[in-house]
């Protein structure tokens, strides 16, 4: 038996003009957790979304960046196909291959960044504990489970 995802239909409310709200009107967003959003740029022609990108490009002050936004604007139409886009540099389509192919390849140095900072949380809180205990005990304050009483009650 094929098992069909229903589809929220984003797309849909861009090119029709309806509001988010109308567009999934009758969508159990609880029940349906394996609904698939359509892709916002997959039903353009490559004429609009090249205007798409010029606008929000002049709109953002971002003109000299306006070749890189194209040619990332069209790998999000269709990222199967960043292999055969014109204008897309080996340098960025072995990025591309290396994000889908080899997600967690990333510099030593970020892994060792992120175990020393959790290392560093860790013992922030271990060391605050005392110091905690101390103050309420100083305050006259007894704990009790997660919330602190005052003493003597």
């Not at 340098?91 to 591309?96: C, G, H, I, V």
């Amino acid at each position: 038996m094929e098992e069909r995802k229903a589809s929220i239909g984003l797309t849909r409310r861009v090119h029709s003009g309806r509001s988010a709200e109308e567009a999934i009107k009758g969508v159990d967003l609880n029940q349906n957790i394996e609904a698939l959003i359509e892709n916002p740029l997959s039903h353009l022609t490559p004429e609009q979304l090249e205007r798409d990108v010029r606008a929000f490009a002049r709109l953002k002050g971002l003109d000299d960046y306006l070749d890189l936004l194209e040619r990332g604007a069209q790998i999000a139409k269709d990222p199967q196909l960043y292999e055969s886009i014109h204008g897309v540099t080996e340098n960025e389509k072995r990025a591309l291959r290396d994000e889908r192919y080899r997600r967690f390849r990333q510099p030593r140095a970020l892994y060792l960044t992120i175990v020393i900072c959790s290392v560093g949380a860790a013992v922030q809180y271990v060391s605050a504990l005392p110091t905690e205990l101390l103050l309420a005990d100083l305050a006259g304050v007894k704990g009790d489970g997660i919330r602190l009483v005052p003493m003597g009650r």
